[in-house]
């Protein structure tokens, strides 16, 4: 299959595009670099060095190579920068993907996966969560996803197209070649690690007072790897329907300063720590469940441990001490 990627030069993005090369599938890796590194684009794929605001070059991007299917994955993802900025969320996430879908349209491409996210949710009173929970997001991140969710919907309704969006948390962990690498970094895996390699001075734990059982916030973390062959299982599964999946750990999910303790285990370094207030926009536990998935796809995480997911960032830190920045 011919499958666009969006933001696939980012870190997700470089990992779903490595996967599918691995199955065969021919990528065009649609991405600005405004995030995303040139040198993740993964061996074997095209990159067409573009913004998704630009509708003429995503129709001869879309005419030209042919492409039948589409992964979205790019988009504006800080909670805390949503609420600063939600003029850039709604920009980025709602206008420029509706430019994306309508030139799909225009090029008849109807097999689209999103990578949404969990935060749809809010702060849902059942955990883990379910697909069924209420959608009341607490941040614009979360709304701008789930308004775009909404313009799939009537989309499928209105012009056949199919999507699958999967919903998630924090994916982590890295493969041989594709990892995590932000300017500023704001993630927790990576930012625990940078303390451990002496990086950075400490760990910054946004609240200690949350009703969590060590106080701080409890979320999901999925490896990457697991994430991306969730991407891939939706779309070849779009010829039965449109549909959503929560993606999850599998558990009750970590908190962070279960993160920072493995991490310390992990990679044999003590890595300091402070409290700092509560971040806007944070609900105390975000995990949700992937039981339909698993029933519906036969999904099977093969990196469920926390362990796991940080041994392969550290890995990968030590094998590109300067990111993609060699």
């Known amino acids: 299959m011919r499958v666009l990627v969006t933001g696939g030069a ?3 993005g470089s990992v779903v595009t490595e996967q599918l090369i691995g199955d065969g599938h021919e990528v065009v890796v649609y991405d600005d670099l405004s995030k995303g590194h040139r040198d993740a684009v993964v061996a074997g794929a095209e990159l067409v060095n573009a913004g998704l605001a630009d509708a003429a070059t995503l129709n001869q991007t879309l005419r030209e190579r042919q492409i039948e299917a589409v992964i979205h994955m790019a988009a504006s993802s800080l909670v805390g920068e949503s609420v600063e900025q939600p003029n850039k969320y ?3 996430n709602v206008v420029a993907g509706l430019v994306l879908l309508d030139a799909m349209l225009e090029c008849d491409v109807k097999r689209f996966v999103f990578s949404s996210t969990a935060a749809v949710y809010g702060e849902p009173e059942a955990q883990p969560i379910q697909e ?4 009341t997001p607490t941040n614009p991140y979360g709304e701008t996803k789930l308004s775009f969710e909404h313009a799939l919907k009537w989309y499928d309704r209105a012009y056949g197209l199919r999507y699958a969006s999967l919903r998630y948390f924090n994916a982590a962990g890295a493969t041989e070649n594709c990892g995590e690498d932000h300017d500023p970094e704001t993630h927790i895996i990576p930012i625990t690690l940078q303390a451990a390699a ?3 001075s400490h760990v910054e734990i946004y609240g200690e007072d949350y009703p969590t059982p060590d ?10 790897i697991d994430l991306a062959r969730a991407h891939i299982q939706a779309l070849e599964a779009l010829s039965e329907g449109s549909r959503i999946y929560n993606l999850g750990c599998g558990g009750a999910g970590y908190s962070v300063r279960e993160v920072i303790d493995t991490a310390q285990r992990v990679t044999g370094k003590e890595i300091p720590t402070r409290f700092g207030p509560r971040r806007a926009g944070d609900p105390a536990i975000l995990v949700a469940s992937s039981d339909r998935i698993k029933s519906e796809l036969g999904w099977r995480p093969q990196f469920q441990d926390l362990g796991l997911i940080i041994e392969s960032a550290w890995r990968w830190m030590q094998t590109h001490p300067n990111g993609y920045s060699q």
């Open 215 to 224: 106080g701080t916030c409890i979320r999901d973390y999925i490896h990457v």
């Open 10 to 12: 980012g870190y997700i």
């Open 198 to 200: 002496g990086k950075r």
């Open 132 to 135: 069924s929970a209420s959608t």
């Open 90 to 92: 709604y920009k980025n």
